[in-house]
């Protein structure tokens, strides 16, 4: 009994000083890999309301006494979306924001290692935040919608092309164990895994249920 609690106890703290060590030994501390977010998050929150300011949504009694700052967006837009001051009449750019948003989100899913509880949350909560910002994209000036989707866009772009070996050598960026030599086929097999596995699983609810209504 003693012997099994202090496994217990002693096992997680040599597990931490462990994890500890190698941060400190290959310099490479998960914190890192968050600085460019914190950096960006920032930017992507004052040019939005930038962009807001500039066509006039201001909230409340505001928005009437201020109206467009700058009245050259309400005939700068394009194809769909004449009026950069006018929410997309046909939700075009607010639907393309929350699937873009949802693959890039998808995307760091499948990864080949099982998620933690405390990941498949994050996952969760931000597929929820994907397609809550649909409706508030669609209600917001197209000039707001048109950066986010952009923004969006650019981040998908990016984040494939990371994953491409070749890009990888050509920006020395080091090979790391486990680096995978097709990434983009094993990105296919693997949702295409996870569907199966979805599948199956709903079989067999849908079998066990059937079995207990007889």
């Known amino acids: 009994m003693l012997s099994a609690l202090l496994t217990k106890v002693y096992v997680p703290q040599r597990m931490k000083t462990a994890v500890k060590n190698f941060y400190i ?20 929150i004052c040019l939005s309301f930038a962009l807001r300011n500039m066509t006039g949504a201001f909230p409340g009694k505001l928005a009437q006494d201020l109206g467009v700052l700058v009245p050259a967006l309400t005939s700068e837009g394009t194809l769909w979306f004449p009026d950069l001051t006018q929410p997309d ?12 948003n949802l693959m890039v989100i998808e995307m760091h899913a499948l990864r080949p290692t099982k998620p933690s509880k405390f990941q498949r949350r994050v996952t969760i909560f931000l597929r929820c935040l994907s397609v809550a910002m649909v409706p508030i994209a669609a209600s917001l000036p197209t000039a707001m919608s048109l950066y986010w989707t952009v923004s969006s866009v650019f981040g ?24 995978s030599a097709t990434p983009y086929r094993d990105m296919v097999n693997s949702a295409k895994d996870k569907v199966l596995r979805t599948n199956r699983r709903k079989d067999t609810v849908t079998s066990t249920q059937s079995k207990g209504n007889s």
């Open 156 to 179: 998908l772009g990016q984040n494939l092309l990371l994953k491409s070996p070749k890009f990888r050598r050509i920006s020395r960026i080091p090979k790391i164990h486990g680096e």
């Open 89 to 100: 009449p046909y939700w075009i750019l607010p639907i393309m924001l929350g699937l873009t």
């Open 25 to 44: 030994r290959d310099n490479c501390h998960p914190f890192k890999a968050t600085i460019l977010i914190w950096v960006q998050l920032p930017m992507w």
